[in-house]
């Protein structure tokens, strides 16, 4: 499954990296996400409860963060159990772009590959509940931002 | 039966016999929801068992955390393979002489391989103890691919690889790679390969005939309630041998035999799905044992089709040779069986590839030679017959799809060149060049009945004139006309080169007369749909002469019905069927000797007629079989005993070799891929017809299942062993709305070894009718070049191949 998209964030560029850099943050814009803990600078631990059509789990998972291009660019790559639905790894790459001083593009390409029972039964929903938990997570995040600027 | 009834013809009707259209007894009781099917059985104190499942297709299991499990209210327990293995039931023997898991133990080997059985008071405290066990597993490289699975170095069955790392012998001989399991050769291999090489004409072609399975409506499921009192164990469960499940349980529980009762309860459905053993009936089994209460059961759908015996997977390779007229000189096949993660084929134990030895078809093949090699991979085992004899489905697509490919080699009518190559009716008993004598056939009588009956040569006529009607931008459709003959080998089997698991395959019949002239006969078969109960008591009321409506069929509980191997491959008719005539005949002759005691006539001077015994020369002094049933029980016969029963095992001398011609005509939409399947004509030939309203319904059975296998049901792997097709929204089962109109017609050549002649009819037209669709499809784009392409025809696939062949442009 591969997932592509852009989203114009109003916020300055290093803001848009500090907030994605930021647990908080990310653990109120993450859809479903109960639990978000920071083991490192690199290292995040993640518990989401998620549904795909009939499959609804808690998944627990790991995420590691690759920071070498920041502030233009990070990766991200991670797997995550959901015990009986299945599984699923994959990774994100993102990329941020200033348009101007107060505005910044994000662009991410990610790439997730899935199993178990969620494979079977969510495969034709799985692409479009990706897409719209995506869609989700910006929108919130793109308000968060938003906020803070704001504030 | 009313006595006044005398008119000869009368009688005859009055029995409801041979050839009569008697309606289904079952029906009554099905069409009013008074089936009683293994989840009607409810038993006081009944818990519930239900399996965690592996997400995995290959990982190795790391550990098992039942605790959280434990704590959900209803949840008493939940069983590993660490439970199992002091019982030394966490492996299983398999059908197929190899073993099998009941419980992971140590790694998984398939996505939905059984991981641990929650037994709980309901089945919804089972599903939320299931959601709670925690199994860590370490995810191990998957292979979904056979021919990868010879090459790779990774090894999925380490139990089968010595700790030095040579490779023991497999239960079919020498094993190649640590991920092969046999290779199986029939015929000659270096006088093949030369005809073919000298030969004038040879086609080559390479097919998969891909995974799907029988998907029953009603799933797999079994309720065991051992009794600890009097040491009993009662098993009910969807099983299409009963008796054959009685012995396993008790050969690898310990539990005698005699302890062990067995229960076929009414099945919805088999197809072959329902043959093995599966990890459910053991831990069920334990369970009881365990808890002192009856357990139960049942697979879910996604359980069913990912799980319980697949059917197909062979990846097919042929060559096919012949003079420039057409005459086939030589045949090779090479296979590469894909078995799964465990060998769980269930087929007699000689023949590990079943019958897939008689893919020379219904042809005159003089050198022939065919080779399989089966294969462990990441997926489910299995391996069943679904709704034919042996592999018999593969081995006629194959044989059907080389000669449509030769006949465009030749440039030839695919309808002609078989009919060069049929085994003439004067050849039988006709013995092929892979080994099997075919008893009897009458192969060109049924062609030419058929292609007269849709007007081929006006179909060919039509076809042509669509094609250039294509050609000239009229029409975007396409005409396909697919023709397939084949020759089915059923009713297994002789017990000389038959056997499961040693357990030679005769079948049973055992019958009662009662003192009023009714009677009860049983069967080691089992129906799952196919009438016994109707279609048994016809036999016997033409042998004995007592009405089938007087007649009781039971089959199905082990305690009461004779030994048998049970209901697959076609086998009820040619080998219980057979039973019943011989036990039938042994109540004759017995009823012989009374009524020429009641009429004080040697016995010699009394001969049947319909339904009773007259005096030769003499028709107006006679004993009907009821008056001969009663004085039975209530007269002293010097030197006969009283009573009326008797039972017969009965071991087939040969196979049966139903055939039969089948066209289809499609019409093929290029932009789309939609077919609409506009006629579909099925001659069938299955020797003496018991009841041809059941023969008609088993044919539209059977052309539904071939329509669904040819047109798009699969079983689909992703490259991480995920089933892609676990669910009925992606596993097409076909319904009204996609069924085509069927027109049946027949010719009959009886068996000469059937004391009734008959064959067996329930697998037939899955057989031919694949081939039927698929060469339908193949036939429409032969003109624009297309070879082969494999199953399923979905639109898609279809949509694809006009897309390949530049018909989009």
Known sequence: MELTDDIIIQAPKDQVYAALNDPEVLQRCIPGCEELIQHSDTELEAKVVLKVGPVKARFSGNVVLDKTGAPDAFSLTGQGNGGAAGHARGGADVTLTALDETTTQLRYEAKAVIGGKLAQLGSRLIQSTAKKLAAKFFKSFAEAVDADVAA | ?809
């Open chain 2, 1 to 809: 039966m009313k006595d006044d009834v005398e008119n000869r013809e009368d009688r005859v009707a009055n029995l409801k016999g041979l050839g009569c259209s008697r309606k289904r007894v079952e029906d009554a009781r099905f069409t009013q929801g008074k089936g009683n099917y293994v989840d009607d059985i409810k038993l006081d104190g009944m818990i519930f068992g239900d399996f965690v499942r592996s997400p995995y297709a290959h990982a190795r299991i790391k550990s098992i955390d039942a605790s959280a499990a434990l704590e959900v209210p209803g949840v008493l327990a939940v069983l590993t393979a660490k439970d199992l293995e002091p019982l030394g039931l966490h492996w299983m023997p398999t059908l197929a002489g190899d073993k099998q898991m009941v419980l992971a133990d140590g790694k998984v080997l398939f996505q939905g391989q059984e991981v641990a059985f929650v037994v709980a008071e309901d089945r919804y405290a089972a599903a939320d103890g299931i959601e709670l066990v925690e199994v860590d597993y370490e995810e191990l490289p998957v292979i979904v691919d056979p021919f990868e699975a010879l090459k790779s170095d990774v090894v999925l069955r380490e139990d089968l690889v010595a700790e030095d790392g040579s490779l023991p012998d497999g239960a079919h001989g020498p094993r190649k790679h640590a991920n092969h399991i046999f290779t199986w050769e029939a015929g000659d291999k270096d006088p093949t390969e030369e005809v073919i090489a000298n030969a004038e004409v040879v086609a080559e072609e390479s097919m998969y005939y891909h995974r799907t399975h029988p998907c029953p409506l009603e799933t797999c499921g079994c309720v065991a309630s051992m009794d600890k009192v009097n040491g009993k164990l009662t098993l009910w469960g969807t099983f299409q041998a009963p008796h054959a499940i009685r012995t396993v349980v008790s050969l690898i529980s310990g539990i005698e035999e005699h302890n062990i009762r067995v229960i076929s309860p009414d099945i919805g459905g088999g197809f072959g799905n329902k043959v093995g053993a599966y990890p459910g009936y053991v831990c069920s089994v334990v369970a009881s044992i365990v808890t002192g209460k009856p357990v139960k059961w049942i697979e879910d759908r996604m359980d069913n089709l990912m799980t319980t015996a697949f059917a197909r997977d062979y990846w097919m390779t042929g060559k096919i040779s012949a003079t420039k007229e057409g005459k086939i000189t030589g045949l090779h096949c090479h296979v590469t069986a894909d078995h799964g993660g465990f060998d769980a084929c269930a087929d007699p134990t000689k023949f590990p590839a079943g019958f897939m030895n008689i893919c020379t078809g219904s042809y005159d093949i003089p050198t022939a030679y065919l080779a399989v090699d089966g294969v462990y991979t990441n997926k489910a085992p299995g391996g069943v017959s679904y709704r034919c004899s042996f592999r018999v489905t593969e081995a006629v697509y194959f044989i059907e799809r080389m000669i449509e490919v030769l006949a465009i080699e030749l440039n030839m009518d695919a309808a002609e060149l078989r009919r060069v190559n049929f085994i003439r009716k004067e050849q039988f008993p006709y013995t092929a060049a892979l080994g099997w004598e075919y008893d009897s056939g009458d192969y060109h009588t049924a062609w030419e009945k058929a292609l007269k009956a849709v007007d081929y040569e006006g179909l060919r006529a039509e076809q042509a004139q669509r094609i250039a009607d294509f050609k000239a931008g009229k029409t975007r459709s396409l005409m396909g006309i697919g023709l397939s003959f084949f020759t089915e080998i059923v009713g297994a089997g002789p017990v000389k080169n038959c056997d499961i698991l040693g357990l030679g395959m005769f079948d049973s019949c055992e019958i009662r007369i009662h003192p009023t002239g009714s009677a009860i006969a049983r069967l080691g078969t089992i129906s799952q749909g196919q009438g016994h109960a109707t279609t048994f008591a016809q036999i016997l009321a033409s042998e004995i002469g007592l009405p089938a409506d007087s007649i009781t069929i039971e089959e199905g509980d082990t305690d009461t019905a004779p030994y048998g191997l049970g209901t697959y491959g076609s086998r009820s008719t040619p080998v219980a069927g057979a039973a019943t005539a011989m036990a039938g005949r042994k109540i004759r002759a017995k009823a012989q000797m009374i009524a020429a005691y009641l009429l004080e006539v040697h016995d010699n001077d009394v001969e049947f007629d319909v339904d009773r015994f007259v005096v030769k020369g003499a028709p107006e002094r006679f004993k009907t079989m009821k008056e001969i049933a009663f004085a039975a029980y209530n007269q002293a016969i010097p030197g006969i005993e009283p009573g009326l029963e008797a039972v017969s095992y009965y071991d087939p001398p040969n196979m049966t070799y139903p055939f039969g011609a089948y066209v289809c005509v499609m019409d093929i939409d290029v932009d789309t891929g939609v077919t609409d399947i506009r006629r579909f004509y099925a001659l069938d030939d299955c020797g003496t017809r018991i009841n041809p309203m059941i023969i008609e319904g088993q044919v539209h059975g059977g052309l539904t299942e071939a329509l669904a296998v040819a047109m798009g049901q699969e079983i689909a792997y992703d490259d991480m062993g995920n089933v892609k097709t676990g669910t009925l929204m992606d596993f097409f089962l076909p319904t009204a709305w996609e069924v085509p109109n069927y027109e049946t017609d027949y010719t009959v050549t009886p068996s000469p070894h059937h004391p009734i002649g008959a064959k067996g009819v329930g697998e037939s037209p899955h057989v031919g009718g694949v081939p039927a669709f698929s060469n339908a499809v193949h036939d429409a784009f032969r003109a624009f070049g297309l070879r082969h392409t494999n199953m399923p025809h979905d639109h898609w696939r279809i949509w694809r191949t006009a897309h390949e062949l530049g018909l989009h442009a």
